[in-house]
Antibody, heavy 117, light 109 residues
Framework: QVQLVESGGGVVQPGRSLRLSCAAS????????MHWVRQAPGKGLEWVTF????????HYADSVKGRFTISRDNSKNTLYLQMNSLRAEDTAVYYC??????????WGQGTLVTVSS | SYELTQPPSVSVSPGQTARITCSGD??????SYWYQQKPGQAPVLVIY???ERPSGIPERFSGSSSGTTVTLTISGVQAEDEADYYC????????????FGGGTKLTVL
């Protein structure tokens, strides 16, 4: 069965960086695009970024463009999110999700990122 | 920026039918999707491509589309259906942007 396990969250000061990972199993990782979606405490879902199956295409929400970078290592079945210049408003649970023709059909359990001094 | 609009809350009694709407200008041109999220859990896809149901999702969940509004219908609501529901679609302007609605809290009275 599809399994996605995020890691790397924690407390970080404003302006600093953090890298999240998402370990995938139960499907052919190299055949599918992947998303990161976040959810601030008590708020709704916000799409963050997408990467194509081969890493050749990336798309970002305006709120993170130029600060966050999505990448993947298909040899390790792992998705990454490099987050730089973090702000308080980036505080959220970050979910990775598998893409199936434009829809996030499977989600991980999420990892919490708290940006605070 | 493109937006999807949902009512903040919907309340129904057990056994009744719940309808949750989602409005957006691009919905006639883009598929819609619905997710269920229970407290402390990750979202689960319950409807894709406006009206298709993934395997394992109960038949009481259905989706429909009419113009700029899509609707998630839960027939014979059960206590376990109490959750937040989010619609999702995409911007049709040519740029790649996945958009979520603000979410609707379904309360089973």
């Amino acid at each position: 069965q599809v399994q996605l396990v995020e890691s790397g969250g924690g407390v970080v000061q404003p302006g600093r960086s953090l890298r999240l990972s998402c370990a995938a199993s139960g499907f052919t990782f190299s055949s599918y695009g992947m998303h990161w979606v976040r959810q601030a405490p008590g708020k709704g879902l916000e799409w963050v970024t997408f990467i194509s199956f081969d890493g050749g295409n990336e798309h970002y929400a305006d709120s993170v463009k130029g600060r966050f970078t999505i990448s993947r290592d298909n040899s390790k079945n792992t998705l990454y999110l490099q987050m730089n210049s973090l702000r308080a408003e980036d505080t959220a649970v970050y979910y990775c999700a598998k893409d199936e023709l434009g829809v996030a059909d499977y989600w991980g359990q999420g990892t919490l990122v708290t940006v605070s001094s | 920026s493109y937006e999807l609009t949902q009512p903040p809350s919907v309340s129904v009694s057990p056994g009744q039918t719940a309808r949750i709407t989602c409005s957006g200008d691009a919905l006639p041109k883009q598929y819609s999707y619905w997710y269920q999220q229970k407290p402390g859990q990750a979202p689960v896809l319950v409807i894709y491509k406006d009206s298709e149901r993934p395997s394992g999702i109960p038949e009481r969940f259905s989706g429909s589309s009419s113009g700029t509004t899509v609707t998630l219908t839960i027939s014979g609501v059960q206590a376990e259906d109490e959750a937040d529901y989010y619609c999702q679609s995409a911007d049709s302007s040519g740029s790649y942007h996945v958009v979520f609605g603000g979410g609707t809290k379904l309360t089973v009275l």
